[in-house]
């Protein structure tokens, strides 16, 4: 069964330090999610993409944040210069194959990002 | 905008007890309903959906009824394992590919 795959599974950095957290969607779908997870705190949004471009972004992903979709199968996350409260789990999403619905969105393992 | 309530946890329970973990949902229009099942160490997995009105999600032994009138989505199974200890989230989203909102999640633990 087709899943969606995130490397690093777990990526530790320096307080101001680049980072891309990258993700590869499932291979028919159209769009394409970033949420976060804080340590024992819910699931938030972070943004949305679809046909190259954002489509609905929450008021956390500020200009420290950026989405790219590069090439034909990855979708990558950067966060330019970290902070410690970026610390936490990061799922990708992807959802909408051409004629499905798009409505369920599956999610990939997520990466683990330690700031220190 | 949209919300989602879910039961505080955590929940312990005996295996082979009833499980119930209520969900309501604050939106406008029809969204979808989902329930998530995250286990320990691991991501999210779709566990059910519905998409409308009275529908039925259904897997693994667990059941969710999508209650308009209510407004609510609550997770049910009839007899739970070990294995069933998991983190739990419902979650809603809309069909033209929006977002989907969560609920703060309940720690389900099953003890032998």
């Known amino acids: 069964e087709p899943e969606v795959t995130q490397t690093p599974s777990h990526q530790v950095t320096q307080m101001g330090q680049e980072v891309i957290l990258r993700c590869v969607p499932i291979?028919?779908?159209?769009?394409f999610y970033w949420y976060r997870q804080i340590l024992g705190q819910k699931v938030e949004f972070l943004v949305s993409f679809y046909n190259n471009e954002i489509s609905e972004k929450s008021e956390i992903f500020d200009d420290q944040f950026s989405v790219e979709r590069p090439d034909g199968s990855n979708f990558t996350l950067k966060i330019r210069s970290t902070k410690l409260e970026d610390s936490a789990m990061y799922f990708c999403?992807?959802?909408?194959?051409?004629?499905?619905?798009?409505?369920?969105?599956?999610f990939g393992p997520g990466t683990r990002l330690t700031v220190l | 905008g949209d919300s989602v309530t879910q039961m505080e946890g955590p929940v312990t329970l005996s295996e082979e007890a009833f499980l119930t973990i209520n969900c309501t949902y604050t939106?406008?229009?029809?969204?979808?309903l989902f329930w998530y099942v995250q286990y320990p160490g691991e991501g999210l997995q779709l566990l059910l959906k519905a998409t409308k009105a009275d529908d039925k999600g259904s897997n693994k032994g667990f059941e969710a009824t999508y209650r308009k009138e209510t407004t609510s989505f609550h997770l049910e199974k009839g007899s739970v394992q070990v294995s069933d200890s998991a983190v739990y989230f419902c979650?809603?989203?809309?069909?033209?590919?929006?977002?989907?909102?969560f609920g703060d999640g309940t720690t389900l633990t099953v003890k032998p």
């Open positions: 979650a809603l989203s809309r069909t033209n590919a929006g977002k989907s909102t």
């Open positions: 939106a406008t229009g029809y969204p979808s």
């Open positions: 999403a992807s959802s909408g194959g051409i004629g499905g619905l798009t409505d369920t969105q599956y």
């Open positions: 291979s028919n779908h159209l769009y």
